[in-house]
């Protein structure tokens, strides 16, 4: 419903892609927002920050395998959907560079949340790093839906 009212808005305005980008849109929001809202949930656990690249990682590799599965998987999963759609819907930031740009953006700024509102969370650049790669692994899969066909592009002649 949300799809249809925001691409029927944009159409009246004279949106160049009305219902791509009210997809992309619904998509981003309602693929992310459930795992911000979790992340921004005040919890009981360990509270501190970590600034050493895959110190926290290491750790987590060494738990049991279903710990593993949800922290690196969640985690993974945080911005997929964003990185998913961001690039369907914004061409200017169709490429895995800018992805990875806007995820590692958003990704901090939550981590930073965490640590500022002292929700008994603990914050890592570990978290930063592995939102992103599910970003940009994410923005991969939808790369046929974005990216310029090279067989359409101008051959050297």
């Known amino acids: 419903m949300a799809v249809l009212l925001l691409s029927r808005r944009r159409t009246r305005r004279g949106h160049p892609a009305p219902l791509r980008t009210a997809l992309a849109d ?3 929001a309602t693929g992310t927002a459930p795992w ?12 501190g920050v970590s600034l050493i ?6 750790e ?12 690196v998987g969640g ?4 911005f997929a959907a964003l990185g998913a759609l961001l690039p369907v819907r914004t061409a ?3 490429s895995p560079p800018r992805v990875a740009a806007v995820a590692a953006a958003a990704s901090l700024l939550v981590e930073t949340l965490q640590y500022v509102l002292e929700l008994g969370r603990f ?14 692994g994410a923005a991969m899969i939808t790369r046929r839906w974005w990216a310029p066909d090279v067989t359409d592009a101008p051959q050297p002649g």
């Open 26 to 28: 619904v998509g981003i």
């Open 36 to 47: 911000i809202w979790m992340i921004l949930t005040p919890g009981t656990g360990q509270e």
């Open 53 to 58: 690249p895959l110190a926290d990682l290491a």
């Open 60 to 71: 987590v590799v060494q738990a049991p395998p279903e710990t593993v599965f949800v922290q």
């Open 75 to 78: 985690n993974l999963l945080v």
């Open 92 to 94: 200017p930031l169709a």
């Open 123 to 136: 914050s890592s650049v570990d978290d930063v790093l592995i939102n992103t790669a599910g970003a940009v």
